[in-house]
């Protein structure tokens, strides 16, 4: 088990087995043997090992019962009057059945039994009472009629329902563990050791061992252990497992690595900046437990129900009782066969299975796919969406601008203006200030040392003395409002706009001095994201800082029709809420610092993966690879999984409708039809493996996801 996993702290994923209440119970001190030995709180390699460890003792207790079931059901009634069997038998067929179904029943039946009592003393109802309910009543009753010396008896139906339930559950918890050992997969390419950089030498750690601020060696084909900062050397890094694209990326100082992620080519050293559960990689897998642990509102009504219909089920079976015994007088056998039937096919079984095994296979198939989606409602809210909102820079552009023409005034120097403008976005975060260095780098300009009394404007521009010098740079606005006048330079500002070009206005000591245009290219998949989801009648609208005239420029290349531009940052919710007030339920996708209060009040909130942490962690949805077309995608998985999710909540609410009364003996008087208890009980199986089955085959719509 890979030790740098060992700290991660998320929600666990411990199968669905007879509801919360088994978990918390029949596990509770395997987990906390588990949290002692490899100190860890609730930790993710914690769950999923305690996942896959009751997955074994299901798999154990199915093969055990199975092993009794056989026998019984071949001395029972099925074999020897369905089958016509006349097998040998040491002891009366009566005790012969009660010896080989005891162990069956206390060993196997146990799960059942001790959660249903915990259920009891925490004054709850579930799915686990119902079938201990059923499985006791056919056994008790059995043995009853076993000790008064009778020939007849249920230990089959009681045998045959513990097989039958941990069957399906077993077949369920392999169908989440799909997803889940994809998530382990991803753990596994952290490496177990790593390289520092300690006291002037090198010296191999354990990764888990690796503090914040400790230097890591990074040689060409080593795996990178943990997130950090490069600051020395140059490389190319294989960041495919988050970011989606198989060309490795190059880096150099002050770019980030991702833990997980392979160096390629060169030597290099980082300052470890995240360890543990703060590392993208966790981050991810934490993400997509969270969600596959998560109730969808569908499953919230599915469980209220599943309550009522424990009631209504062993209700069902007293009142079937009464009926047949006391008021149609027949044999108490008969009446107890249809009363035990009635019990055992109400079981809610499917109900609960409906909607959680649907949640697993698509939040784990989101995430083979670079779509993350933190919890199960927001899984269904996507499929609702009628409106999109969509930031422009890094979301429908590369975020990466580049300076494409610079005009200045009076014969004022390109290369003084590209320095000013240069030192002072220095201090910014903005993609604009990484144009115009790379534009300074290329022509073999430097920086002015003195930079002082640096302000951001934010939405507006920058400000600051340089050498000296008071300079301002920003938007016409900015410029307005400081009581700058454009002057000359004016029309070649509305050239630059005209192009589709952002701005950068230079002021220096009150007076123009140049203005830079820049161009940010368009993401070759926004155009047809665009049109694709123009075709599913959503609306889609842009939303930028940027100057109206380029901000127009830009969407109708892109196909866009409803464009906000010289939208402050603060404003941005403001929008959104505007969308919202028509009736739409909105969506929002940003990637900025500045789109988190918009990405909060949206319906749905969608950050593009290659954005700041604060977006990532304020949206509901991440789409690790930046690319628009994700946006579909995702879309596209919400729809099939919503829909898989009413055809499993239909399938198992009609079932218990129509099989209930037809269990109580309806068709009896008219057709002499009766479904005997064991026959009940594979029916109810049967309709569990059905939901979990059609569940499963959700894993079809990942060709649909790939053709977008």
């Avoid at 002021?507 to 123009?512: H, L, P, R, T």
């Amino acid at each position: 088990m890979d030790h740098s996993a060992h700290k991660i702290e998320h929600n666990t994923h411990a199968g669905h087995v007879m509801g919360d209440t088994l978990k918390m119970t029949l596990w509770g001190k395997l987990k906390m043997s588990m949290t002692m030995t490899m100190g860890m709180d609730h930790t993710g390699l914690a769950g999923r090992e305690m996942a896959r460890l009751m997955e074994i003792d299901i798999r154990n207790k199915f093969f055990f019962s199975l092993l009794f079931t056989i026998p019984i059901i071949l001395y029972s009634p099925l074999g020897t009057e369905y089958l016509k069997l006349s097998l040998p038998s040491p002891l009366p067929i009566p005790w012969l059945l009660f010896i080989l179904t005891t162990p069956v029943f206390f060993y196997s039946g146990w799960i059942f039994l001790y959660s249903t009592y915990i259920a009891f003393k925490n004054k709850t109802l579930n799915m686990a009472v119902l079938v201990a309910v059923g499985i006791t009543a056919a056994y008790a009753f059995s043995i009853l009629l076993t000790f008064i010396g009778s020939a007849d008896s249920y230990y089959e139906a009681a045998a045959m329902l513990i097989t039958f339930v941990l069957f399906g559950h077993w077949m369920e918890m392999k169908s989440r563990r799909g997803t889940t050992d994809a998530l382990q997969a991803l753990f596994n390419l952290v490496p177990p050791q790593a390289r520092i950089f300690k006291d002037g030498k090198e010296i191999m750690v354990s990764t888990g061992d690796i503090q914040l601020g400790d230097i890591i060696i990074l040689k060409p084909g080593d795996k990178v252990p943990v997130d950090g900062e490069i600051i020395e050397g140059e490389t190319a890094i294989d960041e495919s497992l988050v970011t989606g694209e198989s060309i490795p990326t190059s880096k150099k100082v002050g770019d980030q690595v991702i833990g997980g992620s392979i160096n390629t080519a060169g030597s290099v050293k980082f300052k470890a900046t995240k360890i543990g559960k703060d590392t993208a990689l966790a981050r991810i897998v934490a993400m997509v437990e969270e969600a596959q642990n998560s109730k969808a509102p569908g499953q919230r009504i599915a469980d209220k129900f599943a309550k009522y219909l424990v009631i209504l089920a062993v209700g069902s079976g007293v009142l079937v009782f009464v009926i047949w015994y006391f008021i149609m007088s027949v044999p108490i056998l008969l009446a107890l066969s249809f009363a035990i039937a009635t019990v055992v096919i109400a079981c809610p079984d499917a109900l609960g299975l409906a909607t959680p095994t649907a949640v697993a296979v698509a939040t784990g198939l989101g995430a083979k796919h670079n779509i993350l989606i933190k919890d199960a409602p927001t899984l269904e809210q996507v499929s609702k969406i009628q409106a999109i909102v969509l930031d422009k820079t890094g979301t429908l552009t590369d975020g990466k601008p580049t300076v494409t023409n610079v005009a200045t005034v009076d014969g004022y120097d390109e290369g003084e203006a590209l320095r000013l403008v240069g030192a002072a976005e220095a201090k910014s975060s903005h993609p604009l200030a990484g144009a115009v260095l790379d534009e300074l780098k290329r022509r073999g300009l430097t920086l002015p040392v003195s930079v002082n009394k640096f302000e951001n404007l934010s939405g507006l521009g920058v400000k600051a003395i340089v050498d000296g010098k008071s300079v301002l740079i920003g938007t016409v606005k900015l410029m307005k409002e400081s009581n700058v006048a454009l002057g000359s330079i004016e029309n070649k500002i509305n050239e630059f706009l005209e192009k589709g070009e952002t701005i950068m206005i230079l002021a220096v000591d009150g007076e123009i001095k140049a203005v830079i245009g820049a161009e940010d290219p368009i993401k070759p998949n926004a155009i047809k994201a665009v049109e694709r989801l123009k075709a599913l009648g959503i609306e889609i609208a842009m939303i930028t800082g940027d100057n109206k005239m380029t901000a127009e420029k830009v969407a109708s290349q892109i196909g866009i029709e409803r464009v906000f531009a010289e939208v402050m940052p603060e404003d941005k919710a403001t929008y959104v809420k505007k969308l919202q007030q028509e009736g739409k339920f909105t969506a929002m996708v940003g990637d900025g610092v500045n789109d988190a209060p918009a990405l909060a009040i949206a319906d749905v909130g969608i950050a593009i993966g290659a954005g700041t942490d604060v977006a990532i962690e304020t949206a509901k949805v991440v789409l690790m690879k930046s690319d628009p077309l994700d946006i579909l995608r995702a879309i596209t998985l919400s729809k099939a999984t919503v829909r898989k999710m009413k055809q499993n909540l239909f399938w198992a609410s009609i079932y218990n409708v129509l099989a209930i009364p037809i269990a109580g003996g309806i068709l009896y008087p008219s057709f002499g039809i009766m479904l005997r208890p064991e026959f009940a009980a594979l029916l109810m199986s049967v309709s569990s493996i059905i939901v979990a089955v059609n569940a499963v085959l959700l894993k079809r719509v990942e060709k649909d996801l790939i053709a977008v």
